[in-house]
T-cell receptor
Framework: GENVEQHPSTLSVQEGDSAVIKCTYSDSASNYFPWYKQELGKRPQLIIDIRSNVGEKKDQRIAVTLNKTAKHFSLHITETQPEDSAVYFCAASKGSASKIIFGSGTRLSIRP | DAGVTQSPTHLIKTRGQQVTLRCSPK?????VSWYQQALGQGPQFIFQYYEEEERQRGNFPDRFSGHQFPNYSSELNVNALLLGDSALYLC????????????FGPGTRLTVT
C-alpha cells in the first residue's frame, strides 16, 4: 500500500547548525513531494515542494532532494534559527490535487 | 485574498452524537480534501471532493461523510461519534486539475467525551 516513512522522529540541533530529515515512499507512481511545517496548535504550512522531474530545489535556507530510483527524499535546513523549531512532515502524492500521504513527523528543536 | 477557513475552531461532543464541520477553500480553488490528525501523528486522508462529488476516499468508515456545495465550500459529517474520533480535523484546498499544491485551514479541534 501507500506509505511514507520519516526519520528521525525527534531532532535537536545547535542554533546555526544544519538539520536533515529523511523520508522514503513506497508508491512508485508518486510524483509530488511537499514538506509541511506545523507549529504547536497551528495548521500544517507548506514550506517547500518538489516534483518528480526535478532532483533538487532550494529556497533560501531550505532545500529538498529527491532520488526517484531509491524512492528517497530529504529536507535540509541550513543555519538553523529558533523559529525553525516545529514538527516537520514529509508527504507524497500522485499529482494534481491528489490525496497526500504524510510521514509520521519530525519534531525539530533548535538549542540556543 | 482569503485563505482556507474552517468552522468551528473547537467542538465538544458526547459519544453517539453527530457533528458537522465546515470548510471554505482558498479563493480560486475548487478541490477540498479532509484530513484527521490525531495527537502526535501526521494527518490521515479522509476524502476529497471535486465538482460536488467524492473523488477519493481513505480508510475511514461510512460514519464519515461529506458534501461539497456549488460555491466549492464543503462539510464533513461524522455520525455515531466514538472517543477515538477525537482529533484535529483539517481541510485542505487545491486548485484543480493542474495544480499540485494543497493549503490547509486552521482545523477544527473535536473532543468526544
Amino acid at each position: 500500500g501507500e506509505n511514507v516513512e520519516q526519520h528521525p522522529s525527534t531532532l535537536s540541533v545547535q542554533e546555526g547548525d544544519s538539520a536533515v530529515i529523511k523520508c522514503t515512499y513506497s508508491d512508485s507512481a508518486s510524483n509530488y513531494f511537499p514538506w509541511y511545517k506545523q507549529e504547536l496548535g497551528k495548521r500544517p504550512q507548506l514550506i517547500i515542494d518538489i516534483r518528480s522531474n526535478v532532483g533538487e530545489k532550494k529556497d533560501q535556507r531550505i532545500a529538498v532532494t529527491l532520488n526517484k530510483t531509491a524512492k528517497h527524499f530529504s529536507l535540509h535546513i541550513t543555519e538553523t534559527q529558533p523559529e525553525d523549531s516545529a514538527v516537520y512532515f514529509c508527504a507524497a502524492s500522485k499529482g494534481s490535487a491528489s490525496k497526500i500521504i504524510f510521514g509520521s513527523g519530525t519534531r525539530l528543536s533548535i538549542r540556543p | 485574498d482569503a485563505g482556507v477557513t474552517q468552522s468551528p475552531t473547537h467542538l465538544i461532543k458526547t459519544r453517539g452524537q453527530q457533528v458537522t464541520l465546515r470548510c471554505s477553500p482558498k479563493s480560486g480553488h475548487d478541490t477540498v480534501s479532509w484530513y484527521q490528525q490525531a495527537l502526535g501523528q501526521g494527518p490521515q486522508f479522509i476524502f476529497q471532493y471535486y465538482e460536488e462529488e467524492e473523488r477519493q476516499r481513505g480508510n475511514f468508515p461510512d460514519r464519515f461523510s461529506g458534501h461539497q456545495f456549488p460555491n466549492y465550500s464543503s462539510e464533513l459529517n461524522v455520525n455515531a461519534l466514538l472517543l477515538g474520533d477525537s482529533a484535529l480535523y483539517l481541510c485542505a484546498s487545491g486548485g484543480g486539475a493542474y495544480s499540485y499544491e494543497q493549503y490547509f485551514g486552521p482545523g477544527t479541534r473535536l473532543t468526544v467525551t
